[in-house]
């Protein structure tokens, strides 16, 4: 009868002492998950843009800006460019346009493959692979390529089209300060191209052009 | 030493004797298609068909040589109607070159001002090994492509690349005595 009772004794102090225990551990899980929140980065939602003028749009984080810029190629000669660029948590997202190459289509194939030549000259390749957007008849094809950046200047994703005239590069670069160079933001940029305008996502935000200099 | 020198030359005749009968290499050139390019062998021409989703389908003319059990040969593709579309066409006949295939190499081909790809692919059941190059000139796709057929066996042989590296787009870079290619009728 003794026994008995001290065992009744042990089981009925268990109980309160594991709610007690698992409290605890619900506690201190909320207060590690609302640290982990406050610490990460702060990334900003993904937003569609479109450009019904150049015919293609893209996804980026971070607030786009539009701006002027120049390129030079033996082939496609002194071109003026222009550039839409986001940089979030330390990864900068570039979409550059060239649009100048109406009259000068069938040398697209030139253009292009200097314009991925030149990205990758004198860099560490780390990839090189076709790059296909939208199906079928409607295929666009281009490369992908994966390059680090000189003197430890980060990892750079990028991929290059030609289509209608217009030569298109999207560029995402993993800064040093980030140093996630497996990310897998720079494909979701670089893939989130489109041309057949129908695919963009519902509510994308058109593009403007840069101000005249 | 006598005896040294006439074994040499013996063993040195016995070597030439063995060895595979290797043609000499000859130039071409096509002065309406705008290219030339260096082969071993007896010249053919062929007619063939190119399809793809892009690019639809095509006549395609082959200029077809074999010599020690590799194929050599040089494709053209009219694409004139469609050459606006140029980066694209020629990125579909390279993507359709490799599908399914195993990629040895895939690298930047630069001839004379024009860009392009050189690629190398195993072809299924050991059907041999092809080195391509692809380019697209004045609204036609070129290719150069050699296959060192299994009976050949030795795959890394220099000629492959001797081959689509002979290619030149200045008439005035090919060969003096190059022949010129016929054009189908």
Do not use: C
Request: aromatic residues 10%; hydrophobic residues 40%; proline residues 6%.
């Amino acid at each position: 009868m003794k026994a008995h009772s001290i065992v009744r004794n042990e089981i009925g102090l268990r109980g309160p002492l594991k709610e007690d225990i698992m409290r605890r551990i619900a506690i201190a899980t909320l207060l590690g998950a609302s640290l982990a929140v406050m610490t990460a980065p702060a990334n900003a939602a993904w937003k569609s843009y479109v450009s019904h003028k150049f015919g293609f749009s893209f996804e980026a984080p971070g607030e786009v800006k539009v701006q002027n810029g120049t390129y030079r190629g033996q082939i496609s000669g002194p071109q003026q460019t222009i550039v839409y660029r986001s940089v979030e948590d330390n990864i900068e997202y570039k979409v550059t346009l060239m649009p100048s190459f109406k009259q000068a289509q069938a040398e697209g194939a030139n253009i292009l493959g200097e314009r991925a030549y030149n990205f990758q000259n004198e860099k560490k390749v780390l990839m090189d692979t076709f790059g296909r957007v939208e199906p079928g008849k409607d295929s666009i094809y281009g490369r992908k390529i994966t390059v680090e950046q000189p003197n430890n200047g980060g990892r750079t994703t990028a991929a290059f089209y030609f289509n209608n005239g217009t030569l298109y590069s999207l560029e995402a670069t993993v800064l040093p300060a980030n140093g996630d160079y497996a990310s897998p933001d720079p494909g979701r940029f670089i893939d989130s191209i489109v041309f057949v305008l129908t695919r963009t996502q519902p509510g994308a935000t058109e593009l403007t052009m840069p101000p005249e200099e | 030493m006598r005896a040294l020198t006439v074994a040499t030359l013996a063993g040195a005749t016995l070597m030439a004797l063995a060895a595979p009968a290797s043609a000499a290499w000859h130039g071409y050139i096509s002065h309406p298609l705008g290219f030339a390019f260096a082969a071993p062998g007896d010249l053919k021409m062929e007619k063939g068909t190119y399809q793809a989703a892009v690019g639809g389908k095509h006549d395609s003319i082959v200029y077809r040589f074999v010599d020690d059990n590799i194929e050599y040969k040089a494709i053209v593709i009219d694409m004139t109607p469609q050459a606006n579309q140029a980066a694209t066409l020629l990125g579909e006949a390279e993507y359709i070159f490799q599908d399914g295939k195993k990629l040895l190499m895939d690298s930047f081909g630069r001839v004379d001002g024009h860009y392009g790809r050189k690629l190398t692919i195993d072809l299924p059941n050991k059907g041999g090994r092809t080195t391509a190059a692809f380019y697209f000139v004045n609204g036609r796709i070129v290719s150069l492509q050699a296959t060192v057929l299994p009976a050949n066996g030795d795959f890394d042989t220099p000629e492959m690349g001797r081959f689509v590296d002979s290619m030149t787009f200045y008439t005035v870079r090919a060969a003096n005595d190059a022949t010129e290619l016929p054009m189908p009728k």
